[in-house]
C-alpha cells in the first residue's frame, strides 16, 4: 500500500523549543545512587559522577532538567540535601520506600548538569510542605547574596546563583498515590498562593502548576478548569504526565497511543482557553509535558519493599527493558509533542537513567542505550527551526482503545536560517511494508543527507546487559525524484530523514 504526504514549511506549527527535549531525574531506585553516581566505579570522576554515563547523557541531546521528583519530591526536604554531606540526614522515602541518604544533594545535582550541558528545572514540595518552604528554595537558589539563604549557598560552594529558570509547584497533586495529595480546589489555593510569593523574590520565573496525572485520571479536565480558575494569572504553564503500555498483548493498541497524547494535549489546551475566555484574559497558559514515556506500570508493585524494617539505598526499581515496539511508540510520541509546538512549550521524558531509562548501567560494569535512546537522540539532533505540520494521505487501522487510526504518522522541521529540514515518520502497522512518497517540493531542490529507521524483524527485540548493541537504528534506503521522496517502511518503523 502507498501512502502520499507533503511537507511544506509555510504549514508551521511553532518554534522548535529546545525545552522539548527535556529530561526527568528523580530520587527514585538506581536513578541518582549507582546510575550516574558510583564513586568506586572505574569511570567514576573526582566526584563520583559516571563519565561513561555522562557522555551518552550528552549524546542523547537532554536540554532542561526537571528534578528531584516525581512522588519523591511530595516528601522532601530540600534543606537536608545541601551542606556538609557527613552531617546530611538520612531520610525514608515514602514514595519508593526506599533510603535517601542525600549524598547527592542540589550542589552535586547542578555541577552534574553543568559536565551533562543540561539545565536545571526545579520541583517544589507542595505535598507535605508549603509556600514558605517553596520561597526559601528560589532565594537559597536565585538570590545573589546578601541574605541568610544565598549566602549559605554561597558558604557551600556556589558563588553564583543556581539562576533555575522553570519551577514546577508540586508533583501529580491529582494522584491518590501522591504524598499530601489535595482536591483540585485546595491545591489551586495553595498553588496560587506559592506563585504569588515565589513572583515576588523572583518575577522572572516561569511556573508550571500540576495538571492531570493522565488522562484516564477521573478528574481529569475539571481537574484543569479548577486548579487554572485558582492560578491562571500566577503560571505560565500546566503539566501533562502520561505513560503507555501494550495492555493484554494488544499490539495495534498500543502502536496507536501517541493518538491519545495528540488529544490529551488538545483538551488541556481547550480547557485551559476556555479559563481563559471566560476571564476575558489575553493571557494563553502553554503545556509542560514534563512526563511521559512508555512505562510498564503494573510491574511496580510487585517488586517494591513495603515492610517498616526494609528501606533499601538505591533498589532496582522500574528497570523497564524497552523493545523495538516500544521506541516506535515512542518515537510517535515525540512526533505528537513537536506536532503540537505551538503549545507545548517543554517536555521531560521520565526518565533518564536506569529507572524507566534510555540509558543503563550496571554497577561496576557498562553504559548502554536502550531502544528509546535512538529516537530521542536522533529527533533532538534534527529537530531545528520550526515544526511543520504534515499532510498525510494513507490507510487507517482499527484499534480497541483508540478507535480508526492513520497507520502512518509524521512531523517535519524547517530552520529557515540553515535550510535544513527534517521527517519523522511512524508506521503503525504491524502486518505490511508501507511505501511512501513524500511531496518535499514545498522545501526547494533538496536532497537527503542522512535517514535513519528503527526497526527490526524480531519487534520485541532489546538491548541488554549480555547483548547492549543487539537494537541500532539503520540507514534508510531514500530516493529523491522531482521533488518527490521515497521511502518504504517496514511495519513498526521509526524513521527520521534529514534533507537539504
Ligand atoms: O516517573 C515515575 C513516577 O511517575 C513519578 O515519580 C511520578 O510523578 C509519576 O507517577
Redesign the pocket.
Known amino acids: 500500500t502507498a501512502a502520499r504526504l507533503t511537507v511544506d514549511p509555510r504549514f508551521a506549527i511553532g518554534a522548535v523549543r529546545r525545552r522539548l527535549f527535556g529530561g526527568?531525574v528523580?530520587h527514585?531506585g538506581r536513578h541518582i545512587y549507582d546510575g550516574i553516581h558510583e564513586p568506586g566505579h572505574p569511570a567514576a570522576d573526582e566526584q563520583g559522577f559516571r563519565r561513561d554515563v555522562l557522555e551518552l547523557v550528552r549524546e542523547l541531546g537532554v536540554s532542561t532538567i526537571r528534578y528531584p521528583?516525581?512522588?519523591?519530591v511530595s516528601g522532601f526536604r530540600w534543606e537536608d540535601s545541601v551542606g556538609p554531606r557527613e552531617q546530611r540526614p538520612r531520610r525514608l522515602d515514602l514514595?519508593?520506600h526506599s533510603t535517601e541518604t542525600n549524598e547527592v544533594g542540589l550542589h552535586e545535582f547542578a555541577d552534574w548538569l553543568d559536565k551533562a550541558g543540561s539545565d536545571l528545572m526545579l520541583a517544589v514540595n507542595l505535598g507535605t510542605r508549603g509556600t514558605l518552604e517553596a520561597i526559601d528554595l528560589l532565594e537559597y537558589a536565585n538570590v545573589p547574596g546578601g541574605s541568610t539563604l544565598s549566602e549559605q549557598r554561597i558558604a557551600n560552594g556556589r558563588a553564583e546563583p543556581f539562576d533555575v529558570r522553570v519551577w514546577c509547584l508540586g508533583?501529580?497533586m491529582d494522584?491518590p498515590?501522591?504524598l499530601g495529595h489535595r482536591s483540585a480546589d485546595d491545591y489551586g489555593r495553595i498553588a496560587a498562593r506559592t506563585a504569588k510569593g515565589m513572583r515576588q523574590l523572583d518575577p522572572s520565573i516561569e511556573l508550571v502548576v500540576c495538571g492531570s496525572?493522565g488522562a484516564q485520571m477521573p478528574t481529569f479536565g475539571e481537574w484543569e478548569r479548577v486548579v487554572l480558575q485558582h492560578t491562571y494569572d500566577d503560571v505560565d504553564m500546566i503539566s501533562c504526565?502520561a505513560?503507555y503500555q501494550e495492555h493484554d498483548g494488544d499490539a495495534a493498541s498500543f502502536l496507536a497511543s501517541a493518538v491519545d497524547m495528540d488529544r490529551f494535549i488538545e483538551a488541556v489546551v481547550a480547557t485551559a482557553d476556555h479559563v481563559g475566555a471566560a476571564r476575558g484574559s489575553t493571557k494563553r497558559i502553554d503545556i509542560s509535558f514534563d512526563?511521559w514515556?512508555v512505562?510498564y506500570?503494573d510491574r511496580v508493585d510487585a517488586v517494591k519493599p513495603t515492610a517498616i524494617d526494609d528501606w533499601p539505598i538505591a533498589p532496582r526499581l522500574?528497570e523497564d527493558v524497552y523493545s523495538v515496539m516500544d521506541a516506535v511508540v515512542f518515537g510517535n510520541l515525540m512526533i505528537s509533542l513537536l506536532a503540537h509546538a505551538d503549545r507545548v512549550a517543554s517536555a521531560s521524558l521520565?526518565?533518564l537513567v536506569n529507572?524507566?531509562a534510555p540509558i543503563m548501567t550496571e554497577p561496576g560494569g557498562p553504559a548502554w542505550r536502550q531502544t528509546t535512546f535512538f529516537p530521542f537522540a536522533l529527533t533532538s539532533r534534527l529537530a531545528r527551526g520550526a515544526a511543520v505540520r504534515v499532510q498525510i494521505d494513507a490507510g487507517t487501522v482499527d484499534t480497541a482503545r483508540h478507535g480508526t487510526v492513520p497507520i502512518v504518522d509524521a512531523v517535519a522541521t524547517h530552520d529557515d536560517a540553515t535550510g535544513e529540514s527534517a521527517v519523522f515518520l511512524v508506521h503503525r502497522g504491524l502486518e505490511h511494508p508501507v511505501e511512501l512518497e513524500i511531496d518535499v517540493r514545498g522545501l526547494g531542490d533538496v536532497e537527503v543527507v542522512e535517514a535513519h529507521a528503527l526497526h527490526d524483524d524480531d519487534p520485541r527485540a532489546s538491548n541488554t546487559l549480555d547483548d547492549p548493541e543487539r537494537v541500532r537504528p539503520r540507514t534508510l534506503e531514500t530516493r529523491v525524484a522531482d521533488g518527490i521522496l521515497f521511502v518504504t517502511l517496514p511495519p513498526v518503523a521509526w524513521a527520521a530523514v534529514a534533507l537539504r
Not at 69 to 72: A, D, L, Q, T, W
Open positions: 526527568f528523580e527514585l521528583g516525581g512522588n519523591f514514595a519508593w508533583n501529580e494522584g498515590w501522591q496525572s504526565h505513560y512526563e514515556n512505562w506500570i522500574l521520565a526518565q529507572v524507566i
